[in-house]
């Protein structure tokens, strides 16, 4: 497990950008065919992998469903949420920024990974062009590490990234409209995140807003929180 973390900014966040580094463009494509949540089905879609990196290597872990406790996530905590699985072309599209990751997070083939693909879309609320990146509030993921990628924004305004030292969100200490490439990492013990709504730029099509969020430990349920689900080993 991810205790031993030793994160490896002084400040325990980092903001960089990695556009020139991992091809958004290709990354983009494994977007399109991401599912519509089915907690969320009006504006959210999202697919899961969990993984190890082991030298160089990306293992898949076994299948299993999301848990968050009550107290970390109110609207869908104590729930086991059960996502599709990435693909392995998809998967095989995120290698750079999950060894990216694991390398910043100096993390051991011990450390379970999830990634998943979000992809929000600004369709619902009152006026037909809302979706909310965030629902709800400022949280954390009871994770040790978290990473977020912003890897598109699609005729879209809003989605204002807040992060703050505390859960009540008013000791700031960054705002600001993430771009494709920007690379959000953050100690997630330390740190709780909020998005605000995203709106469709009126006149098109698609708007969308699309992120990969890597943690680890990977949010698997309490009776599986001790250490690796068995059986992990195949990709
Ligand atoms: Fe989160």
Redesign the pocket.
């Known amino acids: 497990m991810s205790h031993h973390l030793d994160f490896p900014f002084p400040a325990r966040r980092a903001l960089m950008n990695l556009g020139t580094t991992i091809d958004m463009d290709l990354l983009r494509t494994a977007f399109e065919h991401v599912p519509a949540d089915p907690y969320q089905r009006d504006f959210r879609f999202k697919s899961i992998a969990r993984v190890i990196v082991d030298g160089h290597h990306i293992i898949r872990t076994a299948p299993g469903p999301l848990y968050q406790s009550t107290s970390t996530?109110p609207v869908h905590g104590g729930i086991r949420r059960n996502y599709t699985e990435l693909g392995p072309d998809d998967l095989a599209l995120l290698a750079p920024i999950i060894l990216m990751f694991a390398a910043l997070g100096r993390l051991t083939a011990e450390d379970e990974i999830l990634v998943q693909l979000q992809r929000i879309r600004a369709n619902a609320g009152d006026d037909g062009k809302t979706g909310l990146p965030?629902v709800?509030g400022f949280?954390?993921?009871a994770a040790a590490l978290?990473g977020?990628l912003l890897v598109q924004r699609r005729h879209v305004v809003g989605g204002c990234s807040k992060i703050a030292r505390d859960r009540a969100g008013t000791e700031l200490v960054y705002e600001g409209v993430l771009e494709a490439g920007d690379f959000l990492l953050l100690d997630?013990r330390e740190h709780f995140?909020n998005a605000t709504p995203i709106r469709a730029v009126t006149g098109h099509d698609d708007p969308v807003r699309d992120v990969v969020?890597i943690?680890t430990p990977a949010a698997r349920p309490p009776e599986h929180a001790g250490g690796l689900w068995p059986g992990y080993g195949g990709s």
Do not use: A, P, Q
């Open positions: 996530n965030v709800e949280h954390n993921d978290l977020l997630d995140h969020i943690t």
